[in-house]
Structure formats: C-alpha cells, structure tokens
C-alpha cells in the first residue's frame, strides 16, 4: 500500500489464518473529495479466498472458538479496545478513503459502530443459549426435552462502501460472539478502512489464526467464491437489491442461510398537522447526509397537495444551509458521492426525471474536483416514476404530493422495497397509527432515532431477509437443536 497521512499507521494487508499477507497484483482506492490515488489495495484472487475459506473452516470445526465463550468475550473487548486506542487514525482513513464528512465519523461513521463490540460481548455472557422445555408422556416413557443453540458456521460477510466501519462491525461482532468464523470481503471502493481490521486483530487481539479472515478485490470472482462454496454455511451481505438477488440464487444450489440488508427507497410523511418547517429540515439534512448513500435514508418527501409549494420552499431553503465540501473540514456537513461512475448514475436519473415532468427546484449539477453533486430537490413527482421508485443513492430529494392520509399510506406503500420511514405529526398517536400502516422494518416518529446497537435493523419486501443489529441479529448467527432424553415410565 502507498504510504499516505491519512493510511498511516495501517498496512494495507490481508488477514487470512492469522498472517498479514498481500498479493502481486494490487488496485488503487481513490479519495472522493479529489479524485486522486489514495493508496493501493491486495487484489484477492478467487484461490485466495478458497484459501481464507478453509481457514475459517478448520478455525470451526477444530478449535475451541465455537464453545469458549469466555475466549470470544475477551477477543470482543480487545479488539474494542485496540479500535479506540487507533481511532482518530481510523476516522481520518475513512474521511479519506469512505468520502465521510468528519461530523458524520463521529456518530454512524465510526464513534458510534464501536458499541457493537462491547454490546454482543455483553450479550454472549448473559445469552441463554439452553432452552428447557420439560418433560412429555409419549409411547409409554417420560421424555426430557430441551433446546441449545448454536453458532451458525462459517460466515461469508460482503461489504458495500458506504459505512464501512458500521457494518463490517455490525456483521463481526454479533457472528463472532455466536462463535462463527468469518471471512470479511471488504467493498472495493473503500478496502483500506476494512483492511485496517485486519491490523488490529492481528496486533491487538487473542483471536486464533481463522477465526477472522479479510480479503479486498477489485473484481467480482471472490465474491461469486464466497457465496458457492460449500464450506460458507452462512452468508450476510448489505448492498443493492439487485445484487442480492444474485447472492440468493447463488447461495440456493447449496442452500446457505441468507441474511441480506439491500436497497431501500424511503418515505417521509409530513401530515397536515405538522411543524412543516421542522419537517422541511430533517428532510431536506436527512437526503444529504453523506450524500445520499444511505440505504434507509428517506429519499421520497409526501407532503399535503394543499401544502406543496410551502413545504418545497422551505425544504430548499434547508438545502442551502448545508454546508458541502472537503470531508475532513469539522464544518462539512456534506460530502462527495464515492465514484465518478456514482456520481454520472445520479445526474442520469436526475435528468430523466425532469424529462419525465419533475420540476427541478434545486441542485443537479456536478462539482469538481473530486464526485460532488449538488443537494438536489424535485417537485411534482409522480408516485410510478423512475425517480420515485428506484434507489438513487444521492442527495436526490423527490416530493410527491397526496390527497389526504389514506392517500399518503397508499404511496409510502407503492414501493418494492420496505426498509424504512418516517413520519411527522403535531399529534403523536396518530402518527404512530400511520407509521404502523407503513409495511418496513424500521420507523422514524417526528424525528426520533432508531439506529443503535441494540436496535433490529433490515427491511421488508425486496429491503431484505433477517435483522442485522440487537438480539435478532446476535440469533440470525446461530441455529437451535432439540435433545430429547428418556427419564422414565410414564
């Protein structure tokens, strides 16, 4: 890896079976803000990957990791520390390499994603991983019963470049406290901030050799290796719908759990009872935050017909308050996109969706250097457009006018995706009456968070399977077996 300010102190090197290794050919990572080369990445091959796969497979099947409890709530807490001891350094790599405005890395980006560690720590020790389920009368004997789980396997664990440190966290620190091995797959656009991992666990933690294995490539063969092998018992992927689709078929021909975290094309509902000008600014911040690339982020704004123009300006009044510019400025409050190929998707559907009949209020224009693009906003809507229905993964803001509240709920539900939404209301009750008749797995009243470790996180319909975060996401990593033993006659 080229040495660079923001890499230091980090090597830039795979971790597979407890060695820090790298491979002959390499592929650069660029810094969004500029477009320049940040460094240089291991360009894993597909036997790499079969090689980090039978680690992991040998570190389950053969060591203590999937029954010592003790050893994997030691391991979770060093490696926790080791993370904080390092973290200023990790926050300036993912200010570099993730294009994260610095205010951001202090919440989702990286401050916050450390709780995760020393939340499944916490939760292995008091986990009742045994079930009893007393006795029964069958066939003339009394039969015990009782039920245990059990770590899953190996884990698979695909990354996408948006939030880097939250979901390589998010994913190995529940699979880990389960007792699985993983090998971690980081996303091509940001390989360096997952590969610092791979140095702290290396330096910094009693995790045995296999037990965690991380690989970055540029091209798609390890991943097709990872979700086919039939060493993978489980594989958990956050990306695009689309692409899940694929790792679901793929993973069919050996039936592997499958948990997927995918796209999401959210609602926010302003009733006509609302404060529309608070509204408008969580709006109109909430689209911008790191530039749009946030799955659950609430990119369709419904807002009362009557209302419309008066809620549109205030939503671009707040857009002109967000400060856009270089990531590592405290101030920044947004931003670039993380590809120029991100970025030409973007101004594409943009463009499409003035041509469709969408008034453009503000932004859609491109900023260099680096993959800026403006906040943008789009009034007038229509409900079956492209732009309303597809995930655009900007700063793109579509409004679309309703008639009354059945109105709203009917179009907050015409989506393929149910990942999340919000809803803004004067009268509490009845915005939780409508967030209830929204069909996503996550929901936002009036403003209130919901992100947190201990919190369930995923979707519905096409937003996914399973829950990533809290107990429901330390149980997608385990599986349960029932005992049965004869105690006497009946």
Known sequence: MNASP??????????????????????????????????????????????????????????????????????????????????????????????????????????????????????????????DLGESEQRGQRHHRWAEKEPAGVVAAILPYNFPNQLALAKLAPALAAGCTVVLKAAPETPLTTLALADLIAGHTDIPPGVVNIISSSGVETGKVLTTHRDIDMVTFTGS???????????????????????????????DDADFAKAAMFAAFTICSHSGQGCALTSRLLV??????????????????????????PKTAMGPLISARQREKVDGMVRRAVEAGATLVAGGKPVDPGFFYTPTLLAGVDEDSEIAQDEVFGPVLAVIPYDDEDHAVRIANNSVYGLSGAVHSADEQRAIRVARRIRTGTF?????????????????????????????????????????????KA
């Open 241 to 271: 719908t689309a692409t899940g689709r694929r790792i679901m078929a793929a993973a069919g021909d050996t039936v592997k759990k499958v948990f997927l975290e995918l796209g999401g094309k959210s609602a926010m509902i302003v009733l």
């Open 444 to 488: 936002s009243i009036n403003g209130g968070n919901y992100f947190a470790p201990d919190v369930p996180f995923g979707g519905y319909k096409q937003s996914g399977i399973g829950r990533e975060s809290g107990r429901a996401g330390f149980e997608e990593f385990l599986e349960t077996k029932a005992f049965a033993t004869v105690v006497g």
């Open 6 to 131: 923001a890499t230091a102190p980090f090597t830039g090197r795979l971790l597979i079976d407890g060695e820090l290794t790298t491979t002959k050919a390499t592929y650069p990572t660029l810094n969004p803000a500029t477009g320049e080369v940040l460094g240089h990445a291991p360009d894993a091959t597909a036997a790499d990957a079969e090689t980090a796969i039978a680690a992991a497979r040998r570190a389950f099947d053969t060591t203590a990791w999937a029954t010592d409890t003790e050893l994997r709530v030691r391991c979770l807490r060093q490696l926790h520390a080791a993370l904080d001891e390092h973290r200023e350094q990790l926050r300036d790599l993912t200010i570099a390499e993730a294009g994260a405005p610095r205010m951001l890395t202090h919440g989702p980006q990286l401050d916050e994603p450390l709780g995760l560690l020393t939340y499944y720590a916490r939760l292995a020790e008091t986990y009742a991983f045994t079930e």
């Open 304 to 329: 009362p017909r009557a209302h419309h123009d008066t809620i549109v300006n205030l939503v671009a009044a707040g857009m002109e308050r967000v400060r856009v510019g270089d990531p590592a400025d």
